[in-house]
């Protein structure tokens, strides 16, 4: 743990989960920038994630890469789509490995895997390895997506957190949760503490995941949370199981 954060934390109430999944954007890594990675925030998030581990969580992240490159919008002009979303799961991996030396600086102890091949800068995912470094204690930040071009970092996150039998997905926003409108267009806009994958999937308002995404989460009954990861605790919160943010399930 970093300096900051010398004291042991209180055990308080039980871990409701014991393994969870956080989905960051990269547009909540870039911070104050426009582009790029802001390290305030990925301190500030090292920090929050090690309190986590320390409660006794095991926890996986997946990072997007929409700070650097956001492969659907690349695509055209004579780009290909697969091309640009190749460009999108390297910029994922930028964030990865920026991440996991920042995450090492602050001593949590962390290893950084790719579902692209890229062997001299990270390791390659696999079920096994990635099941190994969460029983030994360290976090996991996997890039690349799932490898596949067309399938966006909130699918992929879907899909890795059932393949690795995490409890929830943790989804990071910049907003509190699900609302039934836009807040930032509607000031009557209501914060929702809980609603159903039907709902979630159905009303276009709900752009906080993909509906492919959030169409998995469904199908596998695998609960999301959204929340916004940038108060101080909320991390460690969702990952108690307190009421915070929106649960979708």
Known sequence: ???????????????????VLLKISGEQLSGK????????VAKYLAQECGKVLQAGCQLVLVVGGGNVVRGAEL?????????????GMLSCLMNAMAL???FEFEKVTTRCMSNIFATQVAEAYSFRLAHKHLKRGRIIIIAGGIGRPYFTTDTAALNLALELSCD???KATKVDGVYDKDPHKFDDA??????????????????VMDKAALGLAMEQ????IVFDPMQPDNILKAAQG?????KIG
């Open 190 to 207: 209501k914060l929702l503490d809980k609603v159903s994958f039907q709902y979630a999937v159905e009303n276009p308002q709900i752009k």
């Open 33 to 40: 920038h426009e582009f790029g990675i802001d390290t305030d």
């Open 1 to 19: 743990m970093s300096g900051r954060l010398v004291a042991k934390l209180s055990k308080g109430a039980p871990m409701s989960f014991k393994r």
């Open 100 to 102: 996991t030396d920042i």
């Open 75 to 87: 695509a055209g002009n004579g780009i290909k789509r697969v091309t640009a979303d190749q460009m």
């Open 221 to 224: 009954s695998m609960p999301v």
């Open 168 to 170: 929830v997905v943790l």
């Open 242 to 246: 307190e009421p915070i943010g929106t």
